[in-house]
Each structure stands twice: as structure tokens, then as C-alpha cells.
């Protein structure tokens, strides 16, 4: 998995905005192919917890 969250358009602006107002957790844990979470923004209303663990 190269990108965790992907905005498909068709010109390349990275000011896509993504809004995940009911996430409360993320856990990434070994993705050696990671190499970006989101081009664009991401709003999330509320998120406590984070954890990455084995990713570049």
C-alpha cells in the first residue's frame, strides 16, 4: 500500500479535502510500501489516538 487515503482527480492539487469526523483511532503498523497517508487534507473531528509502528 504506497497511499492510506487517495483523492481521485483529474488535475494533480493537493488541496483535496478529506473529512473523517468519526474517526477515533488509527493504527498503521507495518507497511514497509507506505509513502504518504494523503496528498490532500484531512479534517477529523476528533482523534486521540495515533499509532504508527514499521512504516517509512
Not at 9 to 13: A, L, Q
Not at 41 to 51: F, M
Given at each position: 500500500m504506497k497511499e492510506?487515503?487517495?483523492v481521485s482527480?483529474?488535475?494533480?492539487?493537493d488541496n483535496s479535502?478529506?473529512?473523517l469526523p468519526k474517526?477515533?483511532?488509527l493504527e498503521l503498523y507495518?507497511?514497509?510500501?507506505l509513502k504518504i497517508v494523503c496528498k490532500g487534507?484531512?479534517?477529523?473531528?476528533?482523534?486521540?489516538?495515533?499509532?504508527i509502528f514499521?512504516?517509512?
Open positions: 492510506i487515503f487517495a482527480n483529474n488535475d494533480d492539487n479535502i478529506i473529512t474517526l477515533t483511532r507495518t507497511l514497509p510500501e487534507i484531512i479534517h477529523c473531528g476528533s482523534l486521540p489516538e495515533v499509532h514499521r512504516c517509512p
